[in-house]
C-alpha cells in the first residue's frame, strides 16, 4: 500500500443545548464549558498525535463538534497555533471550523480568520423559524443572514450552508424556498441533506408525526437538486453540492480511504503503513477525555483493519461520490487486488447499480444512486 493524503479532525464537543434529531458526540454545556481546560487537553493529545503523522504534511483540519463557535476566536487561534508548532501543514490547508448562526457573536468570524481557520460551514439546516424551532435550533433565519453578512465582512471566500430537507411539516414549496433562501446568500458549498430519525435520539424515540411522505421526499430531493444546478453547484456526493472549485477536500478524503488523525472527545482516526490499515477512538465524555490527558495522557490503541471491513469500509465511502473512485485508488489505499474487487462487485454490476468506466473507474449508476442503501449492501455479503 502506499501512504494517502493525511488530514486531523478536532472534536470540541459542547453546544448550547441538544438538538433532538442529533446523534453526534455533543453535550450541553453553553457558556458553562470549560473551554480552555479541554484546549489544553487537546494539545496534550495532539503531542501525541504529532508522532503517528511522523512527520507527513497535513493536507487538511477540520474543527468539528458540537458547536465549536461556543469556543472564543483566542482559544481558536492557540489550538491552532498548537497544530502548527507540533505538524507539518500544507501551505494551501484547507482549515474548516463549523459555526452556528447562534453562537457566532459580532465580530467573532474575524477572529476565528485571523486565527488560521480559512473556511467556515455554518450549521443553517432551514430558513422557516417555524421548522427552526421544531429542530430545537436556537438561531432563526436573521440570526442566518447577519451571521454569514459578518462572515463576508470577515474576509472568508469560502463557506458551506448545512441545510435539511425532509422536516416535520415541510411541503415542496418550503423546501424549495429554504434551498432558494440560501442561495441567495452566496455560498460556494451546500450540504443538502434528509432528516434521518437515528438511534438514541429523542426524534428517534418520538418521531414526528408530520414528516414528508415518500413521493414527497423524492419531489423535493429532484426539485431541490434542480435549483442547484441552475446556479451553478455540482453535485459530488450524496449530500454535497460545490460551486467548482469549492469541494470540501477534508471530507473527500475521508470519502476516497485517506488517512486521518483525530483528537478530542470521541473523536476517531485512521491511519496506514506499508501493511495495514489501523483505526482508534478517543474516550468519548468529555470529562474522562480531559483527565485522561492530564494525569495518563495516551494516544489511543490502534485495531488493524481485517481484509474483509476494508473492502466494505472503502465502499461504504467511496460509492458516496457521484464520480465513484479509480481502481488504483482501491488497489492503493486497501491493499486488496483487482480480482478481489471484481469479485466483491458481481452483483452489484449485474443488479445496474454499479458500473466500471474505461476499464479503471468505478462508479454508481443514477439507479445505484438512488438506491446507495442497497448498493452499499450488496459488500456486506463479501
Known amino acids: 500500500m502506499s501512504l494517502p493524503p493525511l488530514a486531523l479532525y478536532v472534536h470540541l464537543p459542547w453546544c448550547v443545548r441538544k438538538c433532538p434529531y442529533c446523534d453526534f458526540n455533543s ?22 498525535e504529532a508522532t503517528r503523522a511522523a512527520g507527513r504534511v497535513l493536507e487538511s483540519l477540520f474543527l468539528g463538534g458540537g458547536t465549536p463557535s461556543l469556543f472564543a476566536p483566542e482559544e481558536i487561534s492557540r489550538l491552532l497555533d498548537g497544530v502548527h508548532e507540533r505538524f507539518a501543514v500544507a501551505s494551501d490547508a484547507e482549515i474548516t471550523m463549523e459555526a452556528n448562526p447562534g453562537t457566532v457573536e459580532c465580530g467573532a468570524p474575524a477572529g476565528y480568520r485571523e486565527a488560521g481557520v480559512n473556511r467556515l460551514s455554518i450549521g443553517a439546516q432551514s430558513f422557516d423559524d417555524d421548522a427552526l424551532r421544531r429542530l430545537g435550533r436556537i438561531h432563526s433565519s436573521d440570526d ?12 472568508f471566500d469560502d463557506f458551506n450552508l448545512d441545510l435539511m430537507h425532509g422536516l416535520p411539516g415541510q411541503t415542496l414549496v418550503t423546501a424549495a424556498a429554504d434551498v432558494r433562501a440560501a442561495l441567495e446568500l452566496g455560498p460556494t458549498h451546500i450540504s443538502w441533506y434528509q432528516l434521518t430519525l437515528e438511534p438514541n435520539t429523542v426524534f428517534h424515540a418520538r418521531p414526528p408525526a408530520d ?11 429532484d426539485t431541490g437538486a434542480a435549483l442547484l444546478r441552475e446556479a451553478g453547484f455540482e453535485q459530488y456526493e450524496v449530500s454535497a453540492w460545490a460551486r467548482p472549485g469549492r469541494r470540501c477536500r477534508h471530507n473527500v478524503n475521508y470519502w476516497l480511504f485517506g488517512d486521518y488523525l ?4 470521541g473523536a476517531h482516526g485512521k491511519l496506514s503503513d506499508e501493511a495495514r490499515v489501523s483505526r482508534y477512538r478517543k474516550p468519548a465524555n468529555p470529562l474522562q477525555y480531559m483527565l485522561l490527558m492530564e494525569e495518563n495522557p495516551a494516544a489511543g490503541q490502534l485495531e488493524p483493519v481485517t481484509d474483509e471491513n476494508l473492502l466494505f469500509e472503502f465502499m461504504l465511502n467511496a460509492l ?26 458481481s452483483g452489484a454490476l449485474a443488479r445496474g447499480l454499479l458500473e466500471r468506466v474505461k476499464g479503471s473507474t468505478w462508479r454508481p449508476t443514477e439507479l445505484g444512486r438512488r438506491f446507495l442503501n442497497d448498493l452499499q449492501a450488496e459488500y456486506l455479503r463479501n
Request: charged fraction near 25%; glycine fraction near 8%; hydrophobic fraction near 35%.
Open 320 to 345: 458516496r461520490l457521484n464520480d465513484g473512485f479509480q481502481e488504483t485508488v482501491f488497489l492503493e489505499r486497501t491493499g486488496l487486488s483487482a480480482q478481489q474487487l471484481q469479485q466483491a462487485s
Open 211 to 221: 414528516l414528508p411522505d415518500e413521493e414527497t421526499t423524492y419531489a423535493i430531493q
Open 144 to 155: 442566518i443572514r447577519r451571521a454569514v453578512e459578518e462572515v463576508k465582512s470577515a474576509g
Open 262 to 265: 483525530a483528537a478530542g472527545a
Open 27 to 48: 453535550h450541553s454545556a453553553g457558556a458553562g464549558a470549560p473551554t480552555r481546560r479541554y484546549v489544553d487537553a487537546l494539545l496534550t493529545d495532539l503531542e501525541h
